[in-house]
């Protein structure tokens, strides 16, 4: 490496509470660094790299950074622009190392899910067999959990802690007007794996407490049994609450459609995927005929920093922070990854896994975390999760009595290489 | 009245975030007092009333009534029974006289909106026609802000906070990652009062900021002005964030559906009231053109304790004790109410306006809180709501990391009155 060389920073995908309080945490890093002569943001995830939309993040006050952590989104911008494999996205491949050397930019930081990691290893490939010096470091990111090779993902304490606490305000709802609206479904997000939906179990401290039902992805969905459950619960708490992941999927890893739940798809031919609360609603409501009622979180559970976990945000901050020691160590190709420590007292530490191991891995919940029923968590998964939501993290109140939260003036540096068109 | 009596006290209707702590504001004032030998609770509305399941409150602890104040939901129970005319409801209303006189209840305290107002009104006329002595004192709930003679109703405050906090939030989350998800949707509740939707203007400190409209059911809505809007959103900021009342009307006053929409009854037949998000998203993704999600936040957003606003806690736990304490002094047939002192130091104290005068009339925004192009919310509305959202309520954690809450050991008295059947 050269001695003093410049590094940049990414956001990648959906954004989540804590994803600029990793940001703040390799910012910090990186700006204490003798080597790292200047750490730039790349406006809007990847895209600012191939645009060469980069600011100068040392330009913004230490305080701009440190009110990162009591900001959700993410404040440098994220995108979902997809690289292929090196033989169908070369040219962005290629575009995106010739930027760097434009800009001496020797460190690449990249907070994300598995397409993110996939991503920073292809470059980081790619600048070997160019032999270009760099250092390609993965900070994890999901609020959907689903990440291999760490115990937990960062942004996934905050949305547990979130719609575990919105489960229990919204059931508390319910239970005192069981007589008129019977049945609520909250819908969360979790295509593909149930973390977020399990986590909500935490609110249901007492039996006849909210959710009464838990529908996962990973567990074989299916409106008879949905009618089934339905009425059992109603029968014994003269209520039902129901957490609903978004995709629900049926015996074969379909997902549940409006044809499958026989509504036919006249009415509901656009209920398919984040429609899955509407489509319960309508068969609950026709089955079993108890008012039916539904909210669907959307985007409000990954951006809920009036309660986020303490917790989620030091452990984000500490991922990002050491993404850059890590680097500086002489670290590559590698994600930070967080460990738990075994026995019952919560202790979490960090290690490395390499990119392109993180990028092919997908982490379900595993079967024990599930009921035999399919229809609720077990307390192993309960186990797993109540350290995770631990500690309210501090929100700074403005004058008007709502969250403060900050915006970087982005001062763009001048652009160097030849104009970019996105395919 | 006789020198001691009982009283009961009763939760109607949808629950707020603060309608336990106007009930413990009520509880606790009438526990301090002698004249008052038992408060019972109604539980679940007036439906406990007409069923006679009354549990003494007297017999719960200190502690739990205290803890009614961070509590959110209708901790008594409540309900949606609606009592229509003497003519048509005579046997209920004399159903509850029956009831009140078995357990020598001469005082009822009843939280609720109109409806309830007119309910309490006419138990208290058909009481004075059969020469009993009874106070009927009303204690203002909605989220929706809707009643008259009234500055604002105790629930609203707790709920501008929320509906303006999420939009901050997600509105974070559409500008990180507007060059994908570009448009975004708020559904916030109020069939027929914008209050809540309008709330959210707190949020737009910046113009660039969330929302940038603001659709309210007293400004004549058109899937037209809609799309126009929305291009001039885009074409200024690159994203746009829409807030939209459950209750959308066009320029007649009807309810806007699928078939106004020009979507066509086929697809979206089941889309009207509580579907308006979907709509708008329908009608946005084919007439501009730009990616666009939905959040509904429906019954979270008037049971977040975990940020509601400490001044309206406050307010809720005065407008019960005052009612209490006026029912002492001799009055009756009356609501409490909160008065504004004028001045630009928000000062608040309550005052009474006569149940019938509250019964029959429906406060909507004035026209002046809202802009001429209809899509946003003046000065005038923010300098309204702003005093309201002020403060955190403090919240209750139990050691998993989660809002700790009440529930009544619920002693039920022994029933005297025939077995009741509602109809």
Redesign the interface.
């Known amino acids: 490496m050269p001695h003093t060389y410049n590094a940049v920073i990414a956001?990648s995908g959906?954004?989540t509470t804590v994803i600029n309080a990793s940001a703040a945490g390799a910012i910090q890093a990186a700006l204490r660094a003798r080597e790292i002569g200047t750490i730039f943001g790349a406006t809007?995830g990847v895209?600012g790299i191939l645009q060469e939309e980069l600011f100068d993040l040392g330009r913004e006050t230490p305080e701009t950074i440190e009110a990162m952590k009591r900001?959700?989104?993410?404040?440098i911008?994220?995108?979902?622009?997809k690289l292929k494999n090196l033989a169908e996205s070369r040219i962005d491949y290629e575009r995106i190392l010739d930027v760097f050397k434009a800009h001496d930019i020797r460190a690449f930081f990249y907070a994300g899910g598995n397409d993110s990691m996939d991503t920073a290893d292809k470059i980081n490939k790619l600048a070997a067999d160019s032999k270009y010096e760099l250092s390609c470091m993965g900070i994890p990111k999901s609020i959907d959990n689903d990440l291999a090779y760490t115990d937990h993902c960062p942004g996934y304490g905050s949305v547990a802690?979130y719609v575990?606490?919105?489960a229990?305000?919204?059931g508390?709802?319910?239970?005192?007007?069981y007589?008129?609206?019977t049945c609520?479904i909250?819908e969360v997000m979790g295509r593909n794996a149930g973390w977020i939906a399990a986590a909500t179990g935490?609110?249901r401290?007492e039996p006849q407490d909210a959710p009464h039902l838990i529908y996962m992805p990973e567990a074989a969905f299916s409106f008879e049994k949905l009618v089934t459950d339905v009425k059992a619960v109603h029968a014994e708490f003269g209520r039902v609450f129901i957490v609903a992941g978004e995709g629900l999927k049926d015996d074969k890893g379909q997902y549940v459609t409006a044809e499958t739940s026989g509504i036919g798809i006249?009415?509901?031919?656009?209920a398919q995927l984040?429609g899955v609360a509407?489509m319960l609603k309508?068969v609950i409501e026709r089955e079993v005929g108890i008012k039916t009622?539904?909210?669907?979180?959307?985007?409000?559970q990954?951006?809920?920093?009036?309660?986020a976990?303490l917790t989620d945000v030091n452990e984000a901050t500490l991922c990002g922070k050491t993404a850059v020691e890590k680097a500086l160590s002489g670290e590559n190709g590698k994600m930070v990854t967080l460990v738990r420590a075994p026995g019952k007292r919560y202790q979490c530490s960090t290690a490395l896994a390499a990119l392109s191991d993180v990028a092919n891995g997908e982490k379900c919940l595993p079967p024990q975390y599930i009921t035999p029923e399919g229809n609720g968590v077990t307390q192993a998964m309960l186990d797993y999760v109540?350290p995770l939501?631990?500690?309210?993290a501090p929100?700074a109140?403005?004058p008007?009595?709502?969250?403060q939260?900050m915006r970087f003036g982005r001062k763009h540096v001048t652009k160097k290489c030849s104009e970019f068109n996105p395919n």
Not at 172 to 177: I, Y
Not at 389 to 392: F, H, L, M, P, R
């Open positions: 956001q959906g954004p809007n895209l900001t959700p989104a993410a404040a911008g994220s995108c979902r622009y802690k575990a606490t919105a229990m305000n919204a508390r709802d319910t239970e005192a007007l007589t008129s609206d609520s909250l935490l609110a401290r006249d009415s509901f031919g656009h984040g509407e309508a009622r539904f909210n669907k979180l959307g985007t409000n990954r951006s809920a920093m009036h309660y976990s109540r939501v631990q500690g309210e929100v109140v403005g008007d009595g709502l969250p939260y």
